[in-house]
T-cell receptor
Framework: DQQVKQNSPSLSVQEGRISILNCDYT??????FLWYKKYPAEGPTFLIS?????DKNEDGRFTVFLNKSAKHLSLHIVPSQPGDSAVYFC??????????FGGGTRLMVKP | EAGVAQSPRYKIIEKRQSVAFWCNPI?????LYWYQQILGQGPKLLIQ????????DSQLPKDRFSAERLKGVDSTLKIQPAKLEDSAVYLC?????????????FGSGTRLTVV
């Protein structure tokens, strides 16, 4: 029973273009969503988050959009840079409790 | 601020052997988590501690996995006996009450290979 799903295992984008990573969830009790970035041989690091009371949160080149009716969120990276190449995990929480992670999307940004 | 420390970084064992992983969280972080990340999948929570008490261990395979956090600081996760399907990266994370989910910090993990 996967409550958080990232249906694209990989994504390849040209440097300077937009990267869009998608995430779907099934549990309507989730009220907080986070994106983590993971480089090889390192632990995941926090990137950006959004509360369910918002539909957009922006931090520099990173923007997260939340569509509660569709139970869908997305991470936009503009412009994409080669250093953004990593695995991106979507995670969700209900009432501040433990995080449930999606399976991850490997982003490759080509110079 | 020092990060979450984990050791060893890598471990290779034969099936049916035992193995233990160690985690030292960020100083002052009351909550400690152990996650299992199988290749190609997202991290899955095994156990959550609040100080030295267990909050959630519903996904811990208790017939072979055990974990403790005796003094509310560092923690050990043990597998006995190991199976091939236990091959994964074991991630420890910690968080402080005042920062909640935003302060969720992961260690670099221990990569376990069972052969």
């Amino acid at each position: 029973d996967q409550q958080v799903k990232q249906n694209s295992p990989s994504l390849s984008v040209q440097e300077g273009r937009i990267s869009i990573l998608n995430c779907d969830y099934t549990n309507s009790m989730f009220d907080y969503f986070l994106w983590y970035k993971k480089y090889p041989a390192e632990g995941p690091t926090f990137l950006i988050s959004i509360s369910s009371i918002k539909d957009k949160n922006e931090d520099g080149r990173f923007t997260v959009f939340l569509n509660k009716s569709a139970k869908h969120l997305s991470l936009h990276i503009v412009p994409s840079q080669p250093g953004d190449s990593a695995v991106y995990f979507c995670a969700a929480s209900a009432a501040g409790n433990m995080l449930t992670f999606g399976g991850g999307t490997r982003l490759m940004v080509k110079p | 601020e020092a990060g979450v420390a984990q050791s060893p970084r890598y471990k290779i064992i034969e099936k049916r052997q035992s193995v233990a992983f160690w985690c030292n969280p960020i100083s002052g972080h009351a909550t400690l988590y152990w996650y299992q990340q199988i290749l190609g999948q997202g991290p899955k929570l095994l156990i959550q501690f609040q100080n030295n008490g267990v909050v959630d261990d519903s996904q811990l395979p208790k017939d072979r996995f055990s974990a403790e956090r005796l003094k509310g600081v560092d923690s050990t996760l043990k597998i006995q006996p190991a199976k091939l399907e236990d091959s994964a990266v074991y991630l420890c994370a910690s968080s402080a009450e005042r920062t909640g989910l935003l302060g969720y910090t992961f260690g670099s993990g221990t990569r376990l290979t069972v052969v």
